[in-house]
């Protein structure tokens, strides 16, 4: 706020100055002036002299030499003007950046200053830095989580609507994972540390926020390379037309003209009206749990004309369940799904703990366990061999018309055989998210062509797609596949893809913008995504990209307005239509309304609240 306190001070002594010369003191109201220009000056000129040193001719510069020039001339109010009100526009803009920042970092004011954990049986207080992993913390009901952890006991409903933008508590229980910054609810629980307080997700989100800030786009390189060498060129242009002035015999008019020429083509609005509108748009869209990865990130979403969407996880709850299970050969229900949950064992897929929870405890173990990319798993089971994938993979043999009718209902199927022979056929379903429709229509809203991706069969996709109204629906793909349809789909348009993070990797990295939902607690994706949406609520999508369409706006309009007041500045100083306060004060007048029009990109709404509960449970279930 320095600039803002030389600013006002500089003020003062100008107004005193002008007020002690009303009286008939004018050595004095003049020696007030030049006070005024010192001090106006203070906050901009020590910059401009080290950036000399270094080489480095910037703004700053530009308007010390005006400054100078100014009081040369006699015209020291002018100058002093000059510097008041330079100071004022620097001072708003640290002000600006300053506060997104404040905002941003207040994220890490949701850790508590004491945490209680258990050591040794007994209960102690300590500070969150000197927590371990391993250590079980105590949260009771309004206490906030002070590091990551996953829940040894006890159940609870948990408030991560800082983290995530979700307004809606999620039910946990033990295995629940908690993150840092999560306010526990109704229950007591025992949290087991898995993160120390300075690796935790909170902290973590904070630094990708801070490290995007500071990334450039397309649109602030052309910034930089239009104002690098302008300063340069101001310089010459004004030393020129000073010359000229000595040539026509008039250097005093001309010296002046130099000196407005100086101040009109100097490009201060156009120097911060992109990354202060990036800055303001990155914070705001991480408090509202969406971390977008710089300036780059910024501007392609907010140009993006097709979303592709991955269907298992992303438009669907990621909560299958199995629905039927149909088999032949006297194999009995039972049997058939512990024989497929023991090759699904370790697998972290969805449909795989679907069909863990539907077998049961005191699964047997099968041996040689191989997964076959796309398209399921082989392995060995009591000296049988056994294969488990989707059908085409599998023969469906005399099940066949079970897997039709199955899959006309929405339904993923599986099938098992045993020794190349049927087994059985398993279905799951994964029911659509309550908030998808809605997702996918606001996208619409917003001209943004949506597509459905999805290794699942072309029954089963189509019938989800119908709930969500979408009607373009690409079903059988494998991972590769789905990447290299994205360039089809986006038919040389901006594209963007929706989905996990992890299984959707390849398309994610092709797509122009890779979108990773529910990225809260995967390292992966929120690490490697473009765009992270911490929550599972895909409202989140369409609020993103609505964001960032209205920060992308606002960057062209800041610079559209630079680039303006400089053209038409530049020829009316030149003829002398316009004298140094004026052009002084239509200048900084222009960077003032560049920073507040950049500070709108701070403004977004959360979703509201109006999706049952179990739209956002999933949140605390990422393992």
């Known amino acids: 706020m320095r600039q803002l306190q030389c600013a006002a001070a500089a003020a003062v002594l100008l107004l005193v100055g002008w007020w002690v010369a009303g009286l008939g003191q004018p050595t004095a109201g003049v020696l007030l002036e030049y006070a005024a220009v010192l001090v106006g000056a203070a906050s901009f000129a020590p910059g401009a002299v080290r950036g000399l040193r270094h080489g480095r001719i910037g703004v700053a510069t530009l308007m010390t030499i ?58 102690t207080s300590m500070s969150p830095d000197d927590l371990v992993i391993g250590d079980v913390m105590v949260l009771r009901p309004g206490e906030r989580a002070a590091t990551d952890g996953r829940i040894t006991a006890g159940r609870t ?80 242009l004004s030393a020129a037309i000073a010359t000229l002035g000595v040539l026509l015999g008039d250097p ?4 002046e003209r130099a000196l407005v020429v100086l101040v009109a083509a100097s490009p201060c609005a156009l120097a911060i009206a992109i990354p202060l509108t990036v800055v303001a748009a990155v914070g705001a869209a991480s408090r509202h749990g969406a971390l977008i990865k ?98 085409g993979w599998v023969a469906p043999g005399p099940l066949r018309d079970h897997v039709e009718e199955l899959e006309r209902t929405g339904a993923t199927v599986v099938l098992l055989e045993r020794d190349q022979a049927p087994m059985a056929a398993i279905a799951v379903r994964d029911e659509l998210r309550p908030e998808a429709a809605d997702a996918v229509a606001a996208l619409r809203r917003q001209g943004i062509r949506v597509a459905m991706l999805t290794g699942d069969n072309a029954r089963a996709a189509e019938a989800l797609a119908t709930q969500a109204g979408i009607s373009a629906v690409h079903s059988g793909l ?10 089809e789909l986006a038919a040389g348009r901006p594209i963007a893809m929706v989905g996990d993070g992890i299984n959707d990797a390849p398309a994610l990295a092709t797509a122009d913008i890779g979108v990773a939902m529910g990225a809260m607690g995967t390292d992966v994706a929120i690490e490697t995504a473009d765009v992270a949406l911490m929550g599972e609520d895909l409202r989140h999508l369409p609020q993103t990209f609505a964001h960032a369409r209205r920060a992308h706006r606002i960057m062209v309009q800041n610079i559209g307005l630079s680039i303006t007041i400089i053209a038409v500045l530049i020829p009316l100083a030149a003829v002398g239509a316009l004298g140094l306060a004026a052009v002084v004060f239509i200048h900084e007048l222009a960077e003032v309304l560049v920073i507040l029009n950049a500070i709108r990109a701070a403004r977004t709404r959360p979703i509201p609240a109006t999706v049952a509960a179990e739209s956002a449970e999933a949140v605390g279930r990422q393992s």
């Open 157 to 236: 409903s948990l408030d991560v609507s800082a983290i995530t933008g979700e307004s809606v508590p999620i039910e946990a229980g033990p295995g629940s994972p908690v993150h840092a910054g999560a306010i526990n609810g109704s229950g007591a629980i025992e949290v087991e540390v898995t993160a120390r307080a300075a690796e935790s997700s909170l902290a973590r989100i904070v630094q990708i926020v801070e490290q995007a800030q500071q990334r450039k786009g397309t649109g602030q390189r052309l910034a930089d390379r239009i104002a690098r060498p302008l300063v340069p060129a101001i310089m010459i």
């Open 294 to 391: 710089g300036g780059a990130a910024m501007e392609t979403l907010g140009r993006i004309h097709t979303v592709a969407l991955d269907k298992t996880g992303t438009l669907t709850s990621n909560r299958p369940q199995v629905i039927a299970t149909v088999t032949v050969g006297g194999v009995s229900e039972a049997e058939a799904l512990r024989a497929a949950a023991a090759l699904e064992a370790r697998s972290e897929h969805p449909l795989a703990q679907a069909i863990l929870a539907a077998a049961g405890p005191n699964l047997p173990a099968a041996v040689d366990v191989t997964a076959v990319a796309g398209h399921g798993l082989v392995g060995r089971l009591a000296s049988a061999t056994l294969r488990l994938g989707k059908p």
């Open 66 to 123: 005006a400054a100078i020039g100014a009081v040369v001339l006699g015209e020291v109010a002018e100058a002093a003007l000059l510097g008041i009100l330079f100071s004022i526009a620097e001072g708003l803009e640290h002000h600006a950046v300053s506060r997104t920042r404040a905002g941003l970092r207040a994220l890490l004011t949701l850790i508590p200053t004491d945490v209680t954990v258990l050591r040794g049986g007994a209960e």
């Open 478 to 487: 494998l991972p590769e596949d789905k990447a290299k349809l994205l360039p």
């Open 252 to 255: 005093r008019v001309w010296f």
